[in-house]
Nanobody, 127 residues
Framework: QVQLVESGGGLVQAGGSLRLSCAASGRTFSGSAMGWFRQAPGKEREFVASISWSGSGNYLNYAEFVKERFTISRDSAKNTVYLQMNMLKAEDTALYYC??????????????????WGQGTQVTVSS
């Protein structure tokens, strides 16, 4: 059974940093992808970042609004994906979800395409 468990959320002041972790169990996702989405109250779930990998390396994809501030990475030995979030803004406040294994393209940014989900971790940025 596949499980994704997020951690690392919390309350931080604007301009601060947090690192989210997503530990996967039950399978690895080599040749597929893992990613992060977020959902703020009253808003749709939106794509944040994703990482896919194969023998030729890692492939990263970011939403425009997090480029230069967030970095996605992975530790294959731990089967864990990270999201380093710097220069946080109040508008980054949301429930952050880890996701894995999208249908079709590994570049999909549509949340409905992703098969597996964690329970979410809350990130609150105070201004």
């Amino acid at each position: 059974q596949v499980q994704l468990v997020e951690s690392g959320g919390g309350l931080v002041q604007a301009g601060g940093s947090l690192r989210l972790s997503c530990a996967a169990s039950g399978r690895t996702f080599s040749g597929s992808a893992m990613g992060w989405f977020r959902q703020a109250p009253g808003k749709e779930r939106e794509f944040v970042a994703s990482i896919s990998w194969s023998g030729s390396g890692n492939y990263l994809n970011y939403a425009e609004f997090v480029k230069e501030r967030f970095t996605i990475s992975r530790d294959s030995a731990k089967n864990t994906v990270y999201l380093q979030m710097n220069m946080l803004k109040a508008e980054d406040t949301a429930l952050y979800y880890c996701a894995a294994d999208p249908h079709g393209s590994r570049w999909s940014i549509e949340w409905t395409a992703w098969r597996y989900w964690g329970q979410g971790t809350q990130v609150t940025v105070s201004s």
